[in-house]
């Protein structure tokens, strides 16, 4: 079982929809989450960390977790073009270990 | 505040070369992450340092790859003798202390081996 773990994807979205990002863990003692986005050729970028169960939320992003089913997702509201990107869930479990996923590619068509 | 710088920024090599890529981490931060991303995959953490101790190096390929990190600050990752599958971008990566929230990326290096 991968650590981290989410659907490569793509997804594809028309412009100004709402696109959800999910992320599953398997080491139950972690404490904090995060997604980071990358773009082509760039380095990834957090966009958002949540370290407790519920919703959070910052600007058109919000992310949810949930500890008891070990999920974390990630909505985008109103998506645009520039979203476009690969979108990385991270996790920071035993010891800090902060482990990433394989990524969901996001596609928004204008 | 400066961040995390990397270099070289590309390296071209051929199979069974060595190479080594240098970090820069954030003043300050005494946690440091080498990552190695191959193309359509997520970050796959190799090495973490808290100041110049090794935390996780569990997925770190010890017969060809070795990193340091001297006096908590620079580190260096080197590959001796280089593959084909070693091709990949490497990634370093810092935050202030290992309770801390994210952590900042440095540009990457992309490595080539041919």
């Known amino acids: 079982q991968k650590e981290v773990e989410q659907n490569s994807g793509p997804l594809s979205v028309p412009e100004g929809a709402i696109a959800s990002l999910n992320c599953t863990y398997s080491?139950?003692?972690?404490?904090?989450f995060f997604w980071y986005r990358q773009y082509s050729g760039k380095s990834p970028e957090l966009i958002m960390s949540i370290y407790s169960n519920g919703d959070k939320e910052d600007g058109r992003f919000t992310a949810q977790l949930n500890k008891a089913s070990q999920y974390v997702s990630l909505l985008i509201r109103d998506s645009q073009p520039s979203d476009s990107a690969t979108y990385l869930c991270?996790?920071?479990?035993?010891?800090?270990?902060?482990?990433f996923g394989t990524g969901t590619r996001l596609l928004v068509s204008p | 505040e400066a961040g995390v710088a990397q270099s070289p920024r590309y390296k071209i090599i051929e199979k069974r070369q060595s190479v080594a890529f240098w970090c820069n981490p954030i003043s300050g931060h005494a946690t440091l992450y080498w990552y190695q991303q191959i193309l359509g995959q997520g970050p796959k953490l190799l090495i973490q340092f808290q100041n110049n101790g090794v935390v996780d190096d569990s997925q770190l390929p010890k017969d060809r790859f070795s990193a340091e990190r001297l006096k908590g600050v620079d580190s260096t990752l080197k590959i001796q003798p280089a593959k084909l599958e070693d091709s990949a971008v490497y990634l370093c990566?810092?935050?202030?202390?290992?309770?801390?929230?994210?952590?900042?990326f440095g540009q990457g290096t992309r490595l080539t081996v041919v």
């Open positions: 990566a810092s935050s202030p202390f290992m309770e801390s929230t994210e952590a900042f």
């Open positions: 080491d139950r003692v972690s404490q904090s």
């Open positions: 991270a996790v920071k479990g035993s010891f800090q270990k902060l482990v």
